[in-house]
């Protein structure tokens, strides 16, 4: 059973610069979402996509985009880099369809992004 | 007042004893809770989900919730070394995103 990947699992990016990443979900999941998860912190919610559109959004700037895939794969893009971007970016998949609060999701490794 | 609040510790336990992790959360609408262990430089597992209030269990781990009390607990019996890891509580409220905690450290010591 394919669990959830992600890639890269590191970057290195200078302030300014642009960055996407990249999630492919669980297999039989087609809901992605995206947490980005500073040191010290718990995961902090930027967007989730189900059938290829964005369902929710957290309280972050429009710097952070995505898209998903009908593969249901999705990626992460984020404009002009901030050195607060700097953080462990998860993508997380679950079945949209079960909706509500059984919606029960699973973390792939994250991609560890450094801005300098 | 955060939403979800956890101790951030760290708890420190026996090898063998119990460990108790706490967490309270602030939104009366909340209906799902979750635990995820996640290991340093790991991303979060997921141990355990609760809906129902009342205890939940699955092996060494029992799930406790209260939502009159909004208050959700894991505790974890005949702790291991190999259970030292950051403890993070989330919550959901219908299809509203996961809420997360800052984590609670637990160390088991040999």
């Known amino acids: 059973d394919a669990g959830v990947t992600q890639s890269p699992t590191h970057l290195i990016k200078t302030r300014g610069q642009q960055v996407t990443l990249r999630c492919s979900p669980k297999?039989?999941?087609?809901?992605v979402s995206w947490y980005q998860q500073a040191l010290g912190q718990g995961p902090q919610f930027i967007f989730q996509?189900?059938?290829?559109?964005?369902?929710q959004r957290g309280n972050f700037p429009d710097r952070f985009s995505g898209h998903q895939f009908p593969n249901y794969s999705s990626e992460l893009n984020v404009n002009a880099l901030l050195l607060g971007d700097s953080a462990l970016y998860l993508c997380a998949s679950s079945l949209g369809s079960s909706g509500g609060y059984t919606d029960t999701q699973y973390f792939g490794p994250g991609t560890r992004l450094t801005v300098l | 007042q955060k939403e979800v609040e956890q101790n951030s510790g760290p708890l420190s336990v026996p090898e063998g004893a119990i460990a108790s992790l706490n967490c309270t959360y602030s939104d009366r609408g909340s209906q799902s809770f979750f635990w995820y262990r996640q290991y340093s430089g790991k991303s979060p597992e997921l141990i355990m989900f609760?809906?129902?209030?009342g205890d939940k269990e699955d092996g060494r781990f029992t799930a406790q919730l209260n939502k009159a009390s909004q208050y959700v607990s894991l505790l974890i019996r005949d702790s291991q070394p190999s259970d030292s890891a950051t403890y993070l509580c989330a919550v959901k409220a219908g299809r509203r995103a996961l809420t997360f905690g800052s984590g609670t450290r637990l160390q088991v010591q040999p």
């Open positions: 609760i809906y129902s209030n």
């Open positions: 996509y189900y059938e290829e559109e964005e369902r």
């Open positions: 297999s039989g999941h087609d809901t």
